[in-house]
């Protein structure tokens, strides 16, 4: 490799010992090791001292299953190193069994820390025994279109911290079974899983660490009950309507997403005032239109507050009734809000009956301050009536705003004559305004643009 020039302070590879070059090659990707012993005669046995053993999607690429199991046979039976970190394998085992329980034994006796097993090419439900992976040194498992067997009364995998379940049956004695026996676990992930039926989370005497759950487009359930997390601090829900109940108290609590898809239903939810109150206390608090909706109508019957949320983040349906004066008034329910997120999609926030006879007036005669927020973005931001009066509207209230973010709608085009101007004027605002293009790809990376007030 070419030198780079002095001046620069950079060391290049040729600087480097072969021992300190092993190391860090030891840490990268099976595949990536590989390849590099083809670029360089120098390198051609590091993947030998590889520690991180990804036979995983990008590694199997085009190869054929045959060729597949050759590499990793030759992997494991030609290795030097003892110890590794990671064991990751896309498989499809439909006639291969024991072979991946040959190759999971092989990589548990290097003292993984990390397991993924991800066996989605596979054209039939295989299990996998939770003797396998009962070591100390094994922290964190995922398995994705593999079941796990672990009876109620094992007491195994108890030194598990993570558990990720992906596109599995997590029947209730299954989850009964993981609540009652990993009593190291911190982190419960169910994604795309079916069968679940009632989810009810009921930590065992000893499992005293579980800080955080997650539930995450599953299907054939019909609730979701926390019955005793006394340690539970996260909690992200994705998914469709269903009964929430939240039975004990969870004073740890602070990050809370409800992404729930669209439905009119939420409005007859039963238990909703329960489970408000039961995240009462979060800082962090996650939500879409839909939960805001089953809460509308109920803003003066009901009566919750947050009192200690700092962060509220919504994204509000294109087919959702939600206008500006309902989001206001929740954030009138929130005395410490500090930033303030909402993404307004693409034909949200349009015309209604509602809007124009009781929540323009609303917002006309508004007179409730947020002194303490000081961070808002508005995603999705046109020159619609509800986005301008909804920017304005923070403008105005919003005392000691620091920075006000417009994301411009996707394919939204601003005529070149417009200015930022024009949503301070008549206010008295010292905010930074930026108007920001939009990014496919994530919208926390912000370009600014020429229109920019503060």
Same mark, same amino acid.
């Given at each position: ?32 090791? +590989? #390849? ?52 990751? /394998?896309?498989?499809?085992? !439909? ?15 290097? $003292?993984?820390?990390? %397991?993924?097993?991800?066996? !989605?090419? *596979?054209?039939?439900?295989? @299990? ?13 498992? *995922? ?20 558990? @990720? ?34 989810? +009810? ?10 800080? !955080? ?38 004073? +740890?609590?602070?990050?809370?997403? %409800? ?7 939420? +409005? ?17 608090? *996650?939500?879409?239109?839909?939960? /805001?909706?089953?809460? *509308? ?29 309902? &989001? ?13 997120? &909402? ?15 009781? $929540? ?19 995603? #999705?931001?046109? /020159? ?8 304005? %509207? ?50 926390? !990376? ?7 007030? #503060?």
């Amino acid at each position: 490799m070419k030198r780079r020039k002095e001046q620069n302070h950079v060391v290049s590879i040729p600087q480097l010992d072969d021992d300190v070059l092993d190391s860090i090659f030891s840490h990268l990707p099976i595949k990536e090791v +590989r #390849g590099l012993s083809i670029l360089s005669h120098r390198f051609r046995y590091s993947w030998k001292f590889c520690r991180n053993l990804s036979f995983d999607r990008h590694f199997a690429g085009t190869m054929s299953t045959e060729k597949f199991k050759n590499a990793v046979n030759y992997f494991f039976k030609h290795r030097l190193s003892t110890c590794a970190d990671k064991f990751r /394998l896309y498989f499809d085992a !439909t006639n291969d069994v024991n072979l991946v329980s040959f190759w999971t034994q092989k990589a548990v006796n290097l $003292g993984i820390k990390e %397991f993924e097993l991800d066996l !989605t090419p *596979t054209k039939k439900i295989l @299990t996998l025994s939770w003797d396998l992976i009962d070591v100390e040194t094994v922290k964190s498992v *995922t398995l994705v279109n593999c079941e796990l067997h672990l009876p109620l009364n094992s007491n195994g995998l108890r030194h598990l911290k993570e558990l @990720t379940l992906r596109s599995v049956r997590a029947r209730p004695v299954l989850v009964k079974a993981v609540l009652a026996n990993c009593s190291s676990l911190t982190t419960f992930r169910l994604v795309r899983c079916s069968c679940i039926y009632n989810l +009810r989370i009921l930590c065992g005497p000893d499992l005293k660490r579980f800080k !955080t759950l997650v539930v995450e487009n599953c299907s054939d359930y019909d609730s979701v009950a926390i019955i005793n997390a006394p340690s539970l601090c996260s909690f992200h829900y994705r998914g469709k309507i269903c009964e929430f109940r939240i039975q004990c108290q969870m004073e +740890r609590l602070n990050d809370v997403a %409800f992404e729930i898809e669209h439905s009119k239903d939420f +409005r007859m939810l039963p238990h909703k005032k329960e489970m408000v109150v039961g995240i009462a206390y979060v800082r962090y608090l *996650t939500i879409s239109s839909a939960f /805001l909706e089953g809460l *509308t109508s109920k803003f003066e019957e009901m009566e919750f507050y947050f009192w200690r949320l700092l962060k509220l983040q919504v994204t509000v349906a294109s087919e959702s009734y939600i206008n500006p004066s309902d &989001i206001a008034n929740f954030l009138k329910k929130c005395p410490r809000i500090e930033n303030v997120y &909402i993404d307004i999609g693409q034909n949200a926030f349009g015309s209604s009956p509602y809007w124009i006879m009781k $929540g323009m007036k609303c917002f006309d005669k508004w007179e409730t301050l947020f002194p303490l927020l000081k961070y808002v973005a508005l995603e #999705g931001f046109t /020159l619609k009536e509800q986005s301008i009066t909804m920017a304005r %509207f923070f403008l105005k209230n919003a005392i000691y705003l620091r920075n006000l973010t417009l994301i411009k709608a996707k394919n939204y085009n601003f005529p070149p004559t417009f200015t930022l101007n024009y949503l301070v004027s008549g206010i008295l605002s010292n905010a930074r305004i930026e108007l920001v293009e939009y990014n496919r790809e994530s919208t926390t !990376t912000m370009i600014p643009v020429r229109n920019s007030v #503060g």
